[in-house]
């Protein structure tokens, strides 16, 4: 087991009408002037944020509202925010919806609490120092945001989807109400399925000696989401499989399930962040499109983990209980069962398995752009189980382009 640091401080309230607790939450932390962040409006066509409003009307909050964030969402509207929030001399920000809401509002911290632009936090050439306070109210179970220290944002000069990690802006709390979920559409909803296996995925793919509670715990929560996203599917109102994911979003990104490990692979992401900035998929989908393709290349550098992956999270049966002994043709057969048992998930649930299947046909030349920008003009890799270079990359998107 390798050394690690477990931080979570985010205060979860989780289950029904929990969001009508949101003015003594804010009262606790002597909110005076508040941004609702918030997205394309179905905040509001759900009465959820005129609800809100009128709660912390009630109460003698002030606030002021900024909507509009998109999927992968954009640093226009983050720069907009800064200059609300200064203008109007906010002190925290409740952003209302999913992952890219709560993104976006992070952003908007980092640049109202620090100088200069926040951009260069996301190119890494700073680093942050401080965020306005943040706190959510989940309309979607994805991103895993609302516990997480991560934020992406997409930046429309050149489309770049580029990655903040700091626990500055990690969510004072968090309010998940399954019940909210209820009217996502069902590509949203399944999406969503996706993107939280895949966070516990990049971290279950990894070259370390892995911690059994750990791996039990990743496993569980990896057989969890993929019988849950089938039932949803076919029952989109199933509290229980509702709570179920929601509270699986949560677990599967703050930290929990790469503890003792080497953090995890994460090539995916990576690769998946290029094609949401050049053609504004959506993340869990683009994630399917990508992940196939991505195991085949790589799970000869450790086929061990891959086949346990086969056996503990899709129940497919090896001749001897201790992996390690298999012959070399047996656990590359389990691998691939595994690989393939996880794209038949995605299929029965109506996510695609390649870049085709998005929507998007990619030209060569584009393929050498995604490559491009994934390893940055050829100055970096991604990945742990095989360390990807532009090559690669392109190989990669290749095999998944149909």
Not at 138 to 158: K, P, R, W
Not at 191 to 220: K, P, W
Not at 274 to 301: C, I, N, P, Q, T
Request: proline share 3%.
């Amino acid at each position: 087991m390798n050394n690690f640091t477990y931080y979570t401080p985010t205060r979860i309230l989780f289950g029904k009408d929990t969001e009508l607790q949101i003015s003594e939450l804010l009262k606790d932390l002597h909110c005076r002037k508040i941004l609702l962040h918030y997205g394309g409006g179905s905040a509001k066509r759900s009465g959820l944020l005129s609800r809100i409003e009128a709660a912390l009307q009630a109460s003698g909050i002030e606030y002021v509202s900024l909507g509009g964030v998109k999927p992968n969402p954009r640093l226009s509207l983050v720069y907009e925010g800064i200059a609300l929030c200064r203008k109007e001399h906010v002190d925290f920000i409740l952003a209302i919806g999913g992952g890219s809401v709560i993104d976006s509002a992070k952003a908007i911290g980092y640049g109202v609490a620090g100088d200069g632009d926040v951009w260069d936090f996301y190119l890494k050439t700073r680093a942050p120092e401080s965020c306005l306070p943040i706190g959510c109210i989940l309309t979607i179970a994805a991103a895993g945001s609302e516990m997480s220290d991560s934020s992406v944002i997409t930046n429309e000069d050149g489309w770049l989807k580029r990655g903040c990690h700091s626990s500055f802006c990690r969510p004072k709390f968090a309010v998940l109400n399954p019940e909210l979920t209820y009217t996502l559409p069902q590509y949203q909803t399944e999406s969503g399925c996706v993107d939280i296996i895949m966070h516990t995925m990049e971290r279950y793919f990894n070259q370390a000696e892995n911690m059994e509670l750990t791996d039990g715990i990743s496993e569980n929560l990896m057989r969890t989401v993929i019988k849950c996203a089938k039932i949803l599917k076919q029952d989109p109102t199933n509290y229980n499989a509702r709570a179920e994911v929601m509270w699986a979003g949560s677990l599967s990104h703050n930290g929990l399930t790469g503890c003792g490990t080497d953090g995890g692979d994460w090539a995916s992401h990576q690769l998946e962040h290029e094609l949401g900035g050049m053609f504004d998929v959506a993340h869990g989908a683009g994630l399917a499109a990508v992940w196939g393709s991505w195991a085949r290349y790589v799970y000869k550098e450790n086929p061990l983990r891959f086949a346990r992956f086969a056996v503990n999270v899709h129940q497919i049966e090896a001749s001897r209980q201790d992996l390690s002994t298999l012959p070399a043709e047996e656990l590359d057969a389990l691998a691939l069962a595994g690989i393939k048992a996880m794209e038949q998930f995605y299929r029965s649930i109506d996510m695609p398995v390649s870049i085709r299947e998005l929507g998007v046909e990619l030209t060569d030349e584009q393929i050498e752009e995604l490559a491009d920008k994934c390893s940055f003009g050829q100055t970096r890799t991604v990945g742990i189980i095989k360390k990807l270079n532009k090559a690669d990359m392109m190989e990669i998107y290749k095999a998944a382009r149909s």
